[in-house]
């Protein structure tokens, strides 16, 4: 059976170099990141699009990648990165959610879709941030009784 993983995280990385993201995509989704397994990132910068870029680069794992709306409705860098990742034929899929709203609602409805397909959540929260959309998809997940890693950054 292949393990389902959704990955989700913050958007404000900053305090992050791309090396360090790297050491932590390393140390917590790497092993799960074997042939046969699939991955449901988000399309929102920060964690979302780094991890795309890494698990695209490294691991021969299945990438769906699910936005709320379109990929146009996207930040410029986080469609780039989707679609510079699309055009490589590196996605297995890519979901255009279509959701009435691209704030707040739209990003959690897309965060229950991926949850809801997936036997784990990885979470990378912002280190003491109680209120995120991160912190808001782990409840959910831990709701369904899904597998829980929970690393903050």
């Known amino acids: 059976m ?3 993983v959704t990955v989700t995280g913050a958007r404000a990385v900053e305090h992050l170099t791309a090396e360090e993201l790297v050491e932590v995509f390393e140390a917590y989704v790497l092993p799960f990141a074997v042939p046969g397994a699939h991955f449901y990132l988000g399309g929102a910068v ?18 769906s990648v699910v936005v709320p709306r379109t990929v146009r409705d996207q930040p410029d860098e986080a469609a780039d990165v989707i679609v510079k990742w699309r055009e490589a034929g590196r996605l297995a899929e890519l979901v255009e959610l279509d959701t009435d709203e691209v704030g707040t609602d739209g990003y959690l409805e897309r965060n229950r879709w991926m949850v809801d ?10 280190s003491g941030d109680q209120g995120s959309g991160t912190g808001y998809t782990l409840g959910y997940a831990a709701s369904k009784g899904k597998a829980l890693l929970v690393v903050p950054i």
């Open 2 to 4: 292949a393990l389902a």
């Open 117 to 126: 397909r997936s036997e784990l959540v990885i979470g990378f929260p912002r």
């Open 46 to 63: 920060g964690v979302d699009t780094a991890a795309l870029d890494w698990l695209a680069e490294v691991s021969k794992a299945d990438v």
